[in-house]
């Protein structure tokens, strides 16, 4: 059994293909779309074991930049790396590859960002608990329930069809004007994972901004704001033609537009957690803070 140790080759197409192989095996995607669309930036660095030609066990590091909002309402330029896509074959599960890999990660960054996290389950937190992980706490974001929307010219139309509109989506995303209270300045190549089908991505002329929601069964998820300039949510949601009695925010708005939010302890159903590493993470509970939807890797 030959074992290798690689990181950093997301651009050599052998050895790309062989983290797809894995990928498609444990989480069903791949990353064939999203790399030759010229969505990869190279902020995501893969850490891998390979045996015998074949990849199988993965961790990446993915560097995270933040402009995030204080106590005293002061912006602050934070600098992250976020661990993702851990896996692992099952035949080579529990012989330490995951954790090895992660330890990598550790040694290479934690002296050069502001901190390290993850998402997991909780039935890791042993695991990440021994590597130096502590479990934080994240605020889930809705309209409050009193709070009636009104619909004002809503004009929100889809994008997918439009190259036009497709082509300006991509140089706004760019452009990553902050309209949250805890935004993903480098948010492109994580931003182009989740919408690069354009599926749920919206246009509204009267705005000069994008949206990119669902909605299911009279539920809306706004999960990202993407303008040239600072765009309220509330205007956002009275543009937006779909019927809907609930709204859930993948963000921390702005403060001009908190009064109208309920922010909850993030208690997930599949008991899906932040795990961090770094004082400076602490910030995040602090401030009532959510990771951004599109920024989880």
């Known amino acids: 059994m030959m074992e290798h140790f690689i990181k950093d080759y997301f651009n050599d197409d052998a050895k790309r293909t062989l983290l797809n192989s894995l990928t498609r095996e444990i989480y069903g995607f791949d990353f064939t779309d999203w790399y030759n669309n010229g969505y990869y930036t190279g902020e995501y660095i893969p850490y891998s074991i390979e045996i015998d030609g074949k990849i199988i066990s993965n961790a990446s590091a993915n560097i995270m930049k933040f402009s995030q909002i204080n106590l005293d309402g002061e912006y602050k330029e934070r ?46 937190l042993n695991f990440y608990e021994d590597l130096g992980f502590w479990k934080s706490m994240q605020y889930k974001v809705s309209v409050k329930k009193n709070i009636v929307i009104e619909k004002k010219d809503a004009d929100f139309i889809e994008i997918r069809k439009n190259k036009e509109k497709r082509e300006n989506y991509l140089a706004m995303v760019k ?66 033609p779909d019927t809907f009695d609930r709204v859930i925010i993948g963000f921390t708005p702005k403060k001009f ?17 932040l795990f961090c590493m770094g004082n400076i993470l602490k910030e995040i509970e602090e401030n009532k803070l959510y990771f951004p939807e599109y920024s989880h890797a």
Request: overall charge negative; glycine content about 4%; aromatic content about 14%.
């Open 175 to 240: 452009l990553t004007t902050c309209n949250s209270s805890f935004e993903q300045t480098n948010k492109f190549g994580l931003q182009m994972f989740y919408t690069g089908d354009f599926q749920n991505v919206y246009y509204s002329k009267s705005l000069n901004c994008f949206a990119c929601y669902e909605c299911n069964e009279k539920t809306l998820y706004l999960n990202s704001i993407i303008a040239d300039k600072e765009t309220s949510v509330r205007d956002v949601l009275a543009k937006i």
């Open 257 to 273: 537009d908190l009064d109208i939010f309920d922010l909850e302890e993030y208690d997930s159903a599949d008991n899906y957690r």
């Open 79 to 124: 600098s992250y790396i976020q661990i993702g896509t851990v896996m692992t074959l099952p035949e080579y599960r529990r012989m330490g590859f995951a954790g090895r890999l992660i330890k990598e990660i550790i040694k290479d960054y934690r002296d050069t960002c502001d901190g390290i996290y993850l998402f997991a389950n909780l039935s890791a």
